[in-house]
């Protein structure tokens, strides 16, 4: 299944964004240091300090300095998230149905995203009587369903909800049903 | 014996014809081009737009269409391809040599409203 | 659906992940003096002297006005290739035989005619397509939005068995692979603006 055309893990745009953004800050910053630099001496060959004074307080800390293992420790920290977060395949997606073949189709792949596995509870949670809202969290495995009830005694409701979504579930061919799970909220009427 | 003169036809008439012919093709349609592309309408009740390329007694024609899907493309601008050549030669006298056909359009049968518009038929 | 930059994301974030934990490593190695069995003198008293010594330098400048032109196009690039790709096909040729003419048709056009189609299909809300391949080897990717309390079974049979189906006609060929993504879309989400009757 390496050639799929739905992609089935996150493409880890988020981290790639905030990257770039540094990136380009850095440049930012570093490009105003030489730039000052240049401009204060008039000559090509000034050195950074004389854009930024500040460099040269950097002189004055020593390896041992709190500021500096923070720095280390920042640093090694986020680069390992960023490693992590590179490799890591991250949580799937997707989650896969069993469709039937045709002979006009050589590869044929549905599949539904977890927002809409979280959509199709909820719709199916809401139209229990006794719901008042629905909220629904789901992976490519699992659903878990939240509804909130002025209901005292819950536990029946609870079941029923727990019916409806996966009877919603059983009726779609998933290559396998996601599980249900249901928690009830009592919220005062 | 004096020479019983010359007849001259004009590349806008090999257009109009050519366009004309295929008003007649069941399946194939043309857009109207409206102002500066505003109010342009794509219709299988529209003439396609034909350019003619003139060169001595034969010509090349680029046909620009709208067909009704689900169709074979293929088959529906072969189609249009042997009557163009046929009829064209047939009613003026000019050699049709190539057909380039671009399908600017596909009309499904379904979708009688369009989109963002529900039919009820 | 439309293609993300997941590699070149995976790839930059490994790389420069890598690069700040070596480079925090090797602060906290010298800040804990551990460095000193290797750089002998480098040590957690020993100041960052030499550091600072390097933007002292000629030039130094000047090479950061480089470094940074260079970051600043890294990060530019990396930023745009985050907006999602169609990478549909190249513009179709259909004709029988090229020497009477040519016949040309944009994937655009064909995924517009499939999405329209697919929008007849009792229940979708909304539909995209994208035709990426070749003539010979048409791939069809699809989105459909359908109603929360759709019979998605009946929208998929119908999508095989019609959609698709008149897709490989239009073509001529079979289609190499069909890929859909099917949403849901809540009712109160929803609005149909107009009705023709």
């Known amino acids: 299944m390496s050639t799929r055309l739905l992609r089935t893990r996150p493409a880890r745009v988020v981290p790639a964004v905030i990257l770039a953004i540094v990136l380009l800050l850095l440049a ?11 401009v204060a001496t008039g000559t090509i060959d000034s050195a950074m300090n004389s854009g930024y004074p500040g460099l040269d307080a950097l002189g004055t800390l020593n390896w041992g300095a709190a500021a500096v293992i923070g720095v280390g420790v920042v640093l090694t920290v986020l680069g390992f998230v960023f490693v992590i977060a590179g490799i890591s395949p991250g949580a799937r997606r997707l989650s896969d149905y069993r469709a039937e073949p045709a002979e006009h189709i050589g590869r044929f792949e549905v599949a539904l995203p977890t927002s809409a596995l979280s959509n199709l509870a909820a719709a199916a949670a809401d139209s229990v009587d006794g719901v008042s809202s629905v909220r629904a969290a789901s992976n490519a495995k699992s659903t878990i369903v939240t509804f909130s009830t002025p209901v005292r005694d819950n536990a029946p409701i609870r079941d ?4 409806a979504v996966r009877e919603r579930f059983e009726s779609i061919s998933f290559d396998r049903t996601p599980t249900v799970k249901v928690h009830a909220l009592r919220r005062q009427a | 014996m004096s020479s019983p003169g010359t007849l001259t036809i004009a590349d806008k008439v090999v ?25 342009a309408n794509s219709s299988l009740e529209n003439r396609p737009s034909v350019d003619v390329t003139l060169s001595g007694r034969s010509c090349t024609l680029a046909v620009q269409l709208g067909l009704s899907y689900p169709s074979s493309i293929t088959e529906a601008t072969e189609t249009v391809r042997e009557r163009l050549s046929t009829e064209v ?19 499904p049968e379904s979708a009688a409203g369009g989109r963002g518009a529900r039919s009820l038929a | ?7 070149a994301n995976r790839t ?3 790389i420069i992940g890598l690069l700040l934990t070596l480079g925090g490593l090797a602060i906290l190695a010298i800040g804990f003096g551990l460095a000193e069995a290797v750089v002998p003198g480098l040590g957690a008293q020993s100041d960052l002297q030499p550091v600072a010594g390097v933007f002292a330098l000629p030039f130094s400048a000047l090479l ?15 930023l745009a290739a985050q907006i999602p790709r169609k990478d549909a096909a190249k513009p179709l040729r259909l004709q029988r035989d090229a020497r009477t003419g040519v016949t040309t048709v944009t994937a655009n056009v064909i995924a517009e005619a499939v999405a329209e189609d697919l929008e007849a299909t009792p229940e979708v809300v909304d539909a995209e397509a994208i035709l990426r391949g070749s003539a010979k080897q048409p791939e069809l990717v699809l989105h459909v939005d359908v109603d929360e309390r759709a019979d998605i079974d009946a929208v998929v049979t119908d999508i095989a068995q019609r959609v698709t189906r008149n897709c490989a006609e239009a073509l001529g060929s ?18 149909q603006r107009s009705v023709s009757l």
């Not at chain 1, 570093?30 to 000052?36: C, E, P, Y």
């Open chain 3, 174 to 191: 079979p289609l190499a692979t069909v890929a859909v993504e099917v949403g849901i879309a809540r009712t109160k989400q929803r609005r």
């Open chain 3, 12 to 14: 930059g974030l490994i």
């Open chain 2, 15 to 39: 257009e109009k014809t050519a366009s004309q012919i295929l008003k007649g093709l069941p399946g194939v349609g043309g857009t109207t081009s409206g102002f500066l592309g505003i109010g």
């Open chain 3, 1 to 7: 659906m439309r293609r993300m930059a997941a590699g």
């Open chain 1, 160 to 163: 029923e909800v727990e019916a």
């Open chain 3, 64 to 78: 950061a006005l480089v470094a940074a032109i260079i970051l600043a196009v890294i990060g530019l690039r990396w």
């Open chain 2, 89 to 107: 030669e047939h009613l003026t006298g000019v050699t049709v040599r190539q057909v380039d056909v671009a399908v600017r359009w596909l009309k």
């Open chain 1, 28 to 38: 930012t910053a570093l490009g105003w240091i030489g730039v000052a630099a240049i």
